[in-house]
């Protein structure tokens, strides 16, 4: 009588666990334990059981154990409870039951299927293939079924994600929704405030590392969550500036939900593989913001304006990288001279500087500048508030509503003429079907129509854009006014201020500078309905 030695193997995934209890792993071992004490001719050698892995592939520890027992040699008989514990890749398992295993001379035995290779008839091999094709679209089903759940949740604006984005944390009562940590919170702040104060991303991280804050990895872990990131380069996962960006550019901080960026082509490929931005899943106000979007956006324009420091500086200079050239529009540069043991900085045309035939040099003093760009700001801020008193003094005019209630007559006036050409497009359909209309002029007749309702429609959103942003220009508690009103006038010049109020400085050959603020076209439609006479106001009653 033939002796066989035996390798009990057991596999379990989350989704097998969470189906029925008799594919516990306790339950596999009992029973292949039962089947081989009934077999005189069989001797259990060894045994394992992965435990929370899926049978799509064979990347399992115990698996290449058993595998590695039965290259050795020391077991030739490998049992397991059915086909599906085995896997559910058809291919795969067919290969290691009707290949591998019969040139090794391995007994197979999936005890529930009743399929024995060493009692092999013409049902029994015809079964196999037909067993795993069955586990493998049970597969294949379940991971639809997932990722339309994932989808779903993702639409709803819920988080799916196995950790929160630093700074929030999972809601202890609603795993899918974020909450403020704030702890971590404090630090995504921190680095916001830093960049719009002239650090750079490099600066930031050095300085986060020589304080002692722990990493996202770190304090993940510090915390007592099982996290690993393939950004970790060191034993202890330090602050970088790679990691100080990926938090600058995360929209998360908004309270925006963007999820879906990454995916694998199926349940079978695990290759991970990067959506295009376009098909992300994207839902906005699902949590607290941490970041207002004035400072978010700011930070997004600071680090895409070239703002080297000096060497040994942590942070650039006021001016850096706000500075341009009146003529060939490039940017100026600071660089500094010594005359008479005194050392001087100045702005410099860069495309000059670079090929002196190009341009001209429109240098000027550091001094000069910062003193002409002060005094600038501080002129435009009174200005600003005269603007707010004169623009409430016109709010209380009543001519204002007719003035808007005249703009309103002509957005609807579009309006209608958008339904009466949309309903000549349509009808068109129904002359065309009715032999009224060639197929020819309907469609030469379809291509003019719809040309024009996008035409009409193009009028009405502009005038729709043009109105609101007369109202907001118009309104003396508009976010704009407000946004210089609280700076009142200033004594210096700080990189945090300088860059929440001014977009561009613009230096000509002659000194002369002129400084492009922020809001300047609400600035600008604002000073226009002051200069103009009331009746010709198009604007809504302030309220």
């Not at 650039?316 to 050239?325: E, H, N």
Request: overall charge neutral; aromatic content about 10%.
């Amino acid at each position: 009588m033939e002796f066989f030695y035996c390798y009990a193997y057991g596999r379990l995934s989350k989704e097998d666990g969470d189906k029925v209890e008799s594919d516990s792993i306790k339950n596999q071992r009992d029973l292949i334990h039962t089947y081989i004490s009934r077999h005189t001719e069989m001797k259990l050698v060894d045994e394992g059981y992965d435990d929370g892995y899926t049978g799509t592939n064979f990347e399992r520890p115990h698996f290449k154990e058993m595998l590695e027992a039965v290259r050795s040699g020391k077991v030739n008989c490998v049992i397991v409870k059915d086909l599906s514990r085995f896997g559910r890749e058809y291919i795969e398992a067919g290969r290691y039951i009707e290949k591998l295993f019969p040139a090794l001379g391995v007994r197979f035995i999936a005890i529930n299927d009743n399929y024995d290779t060493a009692h092999l008839d013409s049902a029994s091999s015809l079964m196999l293939p037909f067993k795993n094709l069955i586990n493998d679209s049970y597969c294949r089903d379940t991971s639809i079924k997932i990722r339309s759940h994932f989808d779903v949740k993702r639409r709803n604006g819920e988080f799916i994600g196995s950790f929160a984005a630093y700074g929030y944390a999972k809601d202890p009562d609603n795993k899918n929704r974020l909450v403020v940590d704030p702890e971590a919170a404090d630090v995504v702040r921190d680095i916001f405030s830093r960049l719009i104060s002239g650090q750079s991303c490099q600066s930031i991280s050095d300085d986060l590392n020589a304080l002692g804050i722990l990493s996202p990895m770190e304090y993940k872990r510090a915390k007592g969550m099982n996290y690993e990131s393939g950004y970790r380069v060191h034993s202890k996962a330090m602050w970088s500036a790679g990691g100080v960006r990926r938090i600058l550019e995360n929209e998360v901080y908004l309270g925006v939900m963007e999820q879906g960026k990454r995916t694998t082509p199926n349940y079978k490929v695990k290759t991970v593989i990067k959506r295009p931005r376009e098909q992300w899943l994207r839902v906005e106000d699902t949590h607290e913001a941490i970041i207002s979007r004035e400072d978010f956006e700011l930070a997004a324009r600071l680090m895409r304006t070239d703002t080297r420091k000096a060497p040994g500086a942590k942070a650039v200079y006021p001016l850096s990288g706000l500075v341009y050239c009146g003529d060939c529009k490039g940017s100026m540069i600071r660089k500094t001279s010594t005359y008479d043991g005194k050392s001087y900085a100045y702005y410099i045309c860069a495309v000059h500087r670079a090929d002196k035939t190009v341009c001209s040099p429109h240098s000027i003093s550091e001094a000069k500048l910062e003193k002409a760009v002060l005094d600038g700001i501080n002129f435009h801020i009174k200005a600003v508030v005269a603007l707010s008193d004169a623009l409430e003094a016109i709010g209380r005019r009543p001519l204002q509503k007719v003035a808007a209630e005249k703009m309103d007559r002509q957005l609807e006036t579009l309006r209608r003429e958008l339904v009466s050409k949309q309903d000549i497009r349509d009808s068109l359909y129904r002359r065309y079907a009715a032999g009224e209309v060639s197929q020819e002029d309907f469609y030469e007749f379809k291509r003019i129509f719809t040309r024009d309702c996008e035409e009409v429609e193009q009028s009405i959103e502009a005038q729709q854009k043009q109105l609101d942003a007369l109202v907001e220009a118009a309104s003396p508690d508009s976010p704009w006014i407000e946004h210089f009103r609280r700076y009142g006038q200033l004594d210096s010049l700080r990189r945090d201020t300088l860059v929440r109020l001014v977009d561009r400085i613009v230096v000509y050959e002659d000194d002369r500078v002129e400084i492009e603020f922020r809001y300047h076209e609400q600035f600008r439609q604002a000073m226009t309905i002051v200069a103009g006479q009331a009746k010709a106001l198009p604007l809504r009653e302030a309220v």
